[in-house]
């Protein structure tokens, strides 16, 4: 080859590879990543369904304003509504779906990126001639698919928003209720506790009174039982209050000093009256995110399969130039184009395959509106049944107990009624508020599975029945 061939060969070749590079990054710098990851519309969602900042922690400087924040609200008793906040900013569970949408924006920003062009080149002798051959291949089928990609992932990439805001408002209805039964087991302790001492009053008093012969065995032993029954319920709600506690501690994502927070000292009054929601099966069909999620994974999966059958039959499609020097010839120049013979693979497995998953994302999505009606249902009469049970308590049960201990209170200064009497109304008398206690928990629980009804998929929480009750009324009750 001559010096000017060889300078030809290497020169033209390189502008041409040059140019065909140069446009391949100009158009594959369309798809790029957002500013905030996705992270927008999940935040918008928090805003909207409950009133709350989201804040995801990708820097030094997020986690410590997040610090900052958690540190605020910590610094007083903590109410429900900060007990929410602070676990929808420092839960590290939650953190960790918010990666969740950099890795489906991802899947989407690579569905928009030109493929790779590929390169070969070869250097033949024969008989002292030689031949140089370049060859720039482009997979041609990806190229033209690249709008449907983005399609797909794009509305993959929105289910992950949707799957990622449900987690959210899961979460922040299960530290609703983790809050209220925290605070629902402290109060419980704490009339425990006045049970407690009434009844090691009785029992002592009965030993005293079986000393100078005015009790017999029996009625010491009768005293005895009360305040061993006492005990135990004693022991049961300081258990339930720490592991209620822990609980929600695990929740607001707090450890070392910061477990140690402050809860108010009884639980929010009962309203005075519920919400009426007539059309609420409309409602939750209209918000749920999970109903959403569920149709929009039905469109996705329908897309997915109009791309199989666009696809079946270019599975595999390159384009290739060709640019070949000769040492005694001019040079070659042209393109190339290969593909797959569908000989025995006609893609009809995929697209059966595609159908089916299509049909299986329909049933999905009929069965979770069937269930959305049905649990909007069973929440909205929960919470109408814990209003009305905790409303009696309030008003009818523990205004008797009262009644009736100012009343034993009056006979027993008459000298009517002697201190064992007095000891056992007390004992029932606080059984019944401990028991209005609880009816009220029930309540704002039953409030909180409402909520979380008319925007996603609820864990429903079943009242105690009337044997726990009693045996959580403690001796007397």
Avoid at 193 to 199: P, S, T
Avoid at 305 to 310: N, S
Avoid at 441 to 455: E, G, N
Wanted: net charge neutral.
């Amino acid at each position: 080859m001559t010096q000017s061939a060889r300078n030809h060969f290497l020169r033209r070749p390189r502008l041409r590879l040059a140019g065909v590079l140069g446009a391949v990054a100009l158009l594959g710098g369309c798809a790029s990543f957002s500013p905030d990851g996705g992270f927008a519309p999940v935040q918008q969602t928090a805003k909207d369904r409950l009133g709350k900042d989201l804040q995801w922690a990708r820097s030094d400087a997020d986690r410590e304003a997040i610090d900052q924040r958690v540190r605020e609200l910590l610094a007083k008793p903590l109410s429900v509504d900060g007990a929410v906040q602070i676990a929808l900013l420092n839960n590290r569970g939650l953190q960790a779906e918010y990666h969740e949408l950099g890795i489906a924006e991802a899947e989407l920003v690579q569905a928009g990126r030109l493929p790779n062009p590929g390169v070969a080149f070869a250097r033949t002798t024969q008989g002292g001639e030689v031949e140089l051959e370049w060859l720039l291949a482009i997979n041609l089928a990806r190229l033209i698919a690249i709008p449907l990609f983005m399609e797909v992932e794009s509305r993959r990439f929105a289910h992950t928003q949707l799957r990622v805001s449900l987690q959210m408002v899961s979460l922040a209805a299960d530290t609703r209720k983790a809050y209220l039964h925290a605070l629902a087991a402290e109060e419980t302790v704490r009339y425990m506790r006045q049970v407690m001492l009434a009844a090691e009053a009785s029992a002592e008093l009965a030993r005293r009174m079986e000393q100078v012969g005015n009790f017999n065995k029996l009625q010491r032993a009768r005293e005895q039982g009360f305040y061993a029954d006492a005990a135990l319920n004693l022991a049961r709600a300081e258990q339930a209050q720490r592991s209620t506690r822990e609980r929600l501690t695990r929740l607001l994502g707090l450890w070392g000093a910061q477990a140690q927070f402050t809860l108010p000292e009884r639980l929010p009054d009962l309203p005075k009256s519920t919400v009426d929601l007539p059309d609420i099966e409309r409602l939750a069909l209209e918000q749920r995110l999970d109903v959403r999620g569920a149709k929009l994974a039905a469109e996705q999966t329908a897309k997915n399969l109009g791309l199989t059958r666009t696809t079946r039959f270019i599975n595999v499609l390159e384009v290739g130039a060709i640019y070949n020097t000769f040492n005694d010839a001019p040079s070659q120049r042209g393109y190339e184009i290969g593909f797959e013979l569908p000989l025995f693979d006609w893609g009809d497995a995929r697209v059966a395959k595609a159908e089916s998953i299509y049909m299986q994302a329909l049933d999905r999505a009929a069965q979770t509106a069937i269930d959305a009606r049905s649990e909007v249902r069973e929440a909205y009469t929960g919470y109408r049944s814990a209003y009305d049970i905790a409303r009696h308590h309030r008003d009818q049960i523990v205004p008797v107990r009262q009644r009736i201990a100012e009343e034993n209170l009056l006979r027993y200064n008459g000298m009517l009624i002697g201190v064992f009497e007095l000891l056992a109304d007390a004992r029932a008398q606080i059984a019944s508020v401990n028991s209005a206690i609880e009816a009220l928990r029930d309540f704002w629980i039953a409030q909180a599975d409402l909520d979380m009804a008319l925007i996603g998929k609820p864990s429903l929480t079943a009242p105690a029945g009337p044997a726990a009750a009693a045996e959580a009324g403690g001796p007397g009750h």
